[in-house]
């Protein structure tokens, strides 16, 4: 069994060339093992905590490997709570391996991933939701993803929801008093002020679930396809979107027979933007394949800009087909855009649906699109707002089980039913929230949380 103090090591910064590489050392008597090898003015063993000391990393024969830079981190002020040390050297390969070669043969074993943030979990430095949040933080692709997982490394998201634990576990500490003098007829808890309890708690539970597809946009970002008829101008469109020339613009209909996909990034949100061939029957294999492509990408999407020509009008086969892609993705948001309105000045017919009037000649209406595609993610709320969503799978499923469980006890209370019953209830959404903090787990979560983090952290 892996024990939870011996020395590990591990390189902290990205493998490969670089002008600075840290390696990162935690453990019980990690800083003793490490002393032989480093010469300084001064013994590593005097050296402060959270200070640099400047020095040399020599092999076990006494061949210089680096010049280094190290600092300690004495228990329980670290990140791991236990000793810590980070050598900080050149960024070469031959160096590094050098280094960590000397470690291991020093004692030190090399660390698994994310065994260092297992230790500060498991050593009480941060709860599960804020271990996850660090994994989060590492790989975040824009500036909202990373306020999302600062929102959960600061413990304002954990915070809330230990807040919602202590006073599940009053409602249960009063109804299991009850349960105690049960033939005493006595009732410690109001079941008027425990059903507005529950009430209230479920109500935050839905909000907070509410976010989770906001939260899984800033995650994994969100997909956009723009499909249309053949020279609606989609090409033009991608480019205008991106801010440079990434797909052929041709007069031509037809022009694009094959998706294109790229990545944008609007105000800190991460998209996958897809353009794909026109819409049409067509007797020609090639744009066949190209419109099925079409399709399939259209079914994945999250956000469907419909491109249609101003000047042309929607045709009632295109509502037809927007009805049937929703009812195929019923997720599916579909954004109807109509182009070259710097050509035409009334406002089309288009059923039921709303039309953003856009000149992709003109860059008139980008703006406005680009502001809708926003709020499709944020859902309206403002980019602050919008970074305080719940963004991972595991705490989405446990926040749902725990507000159907709360809402199966209030309505025992409105229908009188035993206060066992609803203390069942209770217990079971307290463990639900305590699996998200880690204060009930099982080795498997843990195994399965960890093992998705980088070696190194």
Known sequence: MTRLDDPIAALATPPGVGGLAVIRVSGSGCIGLIAPRFKSRRPLTEAGSHKVTYGYFLSQSGELLDEVLVTCFKSPKSFTTQDTVEISCHGG?????????????SGIRLAEPGEFTKRAFLNGRIDLAQAESVADLIHSSGQLSRQAGLFQLGGTYSDRLKKIRRDLLDAIALLELELDFSDEDVEFASRETLERKLSDIAGYLDQLTSTYLTGRFIREGARIVIAGKPNAGKSTLLNLLLGHDRAIVSPLPGTTRDTIEESLTLDGIPFRIIDTAGLRESTDQIEKIGVEKTLENIRR?????????LNEGLAPAENEFLDQ???????????????????????????????????????????VLKEKIKAVVTRGRSLSEASESVTNTRHYQALSKASDAIKSGRQGVLNGISQDFISSDIRYALGQIAEITGEVTTDDILNHIFANFCIGK
């Open 93 to 105: 390969p031959v160096v590094v391996q050098g280094i960590l070669t000397e470690l291991v043969n």
């Open 301 to 309: 999407a999250n956000i469907l800009i419909y491109l249609f020509s």
């Open 325 to 367: 892609a929703v009812s195929e993705n019923p997720e599916l948001v579909v954004l109807l855009t109509g182009n070259k309105s710097d050509l035409v000045q009334d406002h089309p017919e288009a059923g039921n649906r709303s039309v953003l009037r856009i000149s992709a000649l003109t860059d008139s209406g980008i703006e």
